[in-house]
């Protein structure tokens, strides 16, 4: 999908952006660029209370059949709780995680994740070694001392990108702050080869979609 000048810059929208998610939602977005070994999943109650969240129960049907491209997931939550949502790729490669768009309150949004450090302003997309957010589920505090001063939720979704360096493909953590009204969050998530990896180069997408 070709996004237009400036519209890859960090929390950029635009009607690329727009294309981008009404080609998704219509189903006509070109298949061959979707991973289908990294799909959605609930966090584990451990895992979301440690994150300052609570645990969610609810069915995701899986997205790739037919014309449904996203993964869906719908679920109660009370106003001013989070929700942790978490993809897992089964598979080494594509890598790492580059960029992604997210949509809470307002348009989509096209992001990077960045390392950030102390001190800095908020991102909505944040980049951990993923050994420190493993740490993070074991510990208390690291969510509030280490997380949230820097993750941005005033859109209603945020990213953390769980970086494994070249060992294996990076996780996702979507975090997703529960408003008033009945919302529908959306991310699309794209992986790309890592500078180390010398297979051929690929560029590839997938989608996330949920509301509550």
């Given amino acids: 999908m070709r996004l237009k000048v400036g519209e890859a810059s960090d929390g950029a929208s635009g009607p690329g952006l727009d ?31 440690a994150w300052g969240g609570v ?7 899986r997205g790739g059949d037919s014309k449904n491209l996203w993964d869906e997931v719908r679920w109660e939550g009370k106003p001013g709780e989070h929700s942790v949502w978490v993809v897992v790729p089964e598979g080494r490669r594509p890598q790492e995680l580059v960029r992604m768009a997210l949509k809470g309150n307002g348009p989509m949004r096209h992001f990077r ?24 589920e074991e510990e208390s505090g690291v969510w509030q001392k280490h997380i ?9 979704i945020g990213v953390l990108v769980g970086d494994q360096m070249q060992f294996s493909a990076d996780r996702a953590y979507i975090i997703v702050s529960h408003g008033a009204e009945p919302t529908t969050y959306k991310a699309v998530l794209a992986w790309n080869r890592r500078d180390l990896d010398k ?11 949920a509301r509550h």
């Fill in 199 to 209: 297979e051929s180069p690929s560029f590839i997408i997938i989608g996330r979609r």
């Fill in 113 to 136: 994740p960045y390392a950030v450090p102390g001190g800095a302003r908020k991102l909505d997309a944040l980049r951990f070694p993923q050994s420190f957010l493993w740490t993070g």
């Fill in 19 to 49: 294309r981008l998610e009404a080609s998704l939602d219509k189903g006509d977005f070109p298949k061959a660029v979707l991973l289908y070994d990294r799909h959605l999943q609930a966090a584990r109650e451990a895992l979301a209370v």
């Fill in 55 to 61: 645990p969610v129960r609810a069915e995701i049907q």
């Fill in 148 to 156: 949230a001063p820097l993750l941005d939720l005033s859109r209603g």
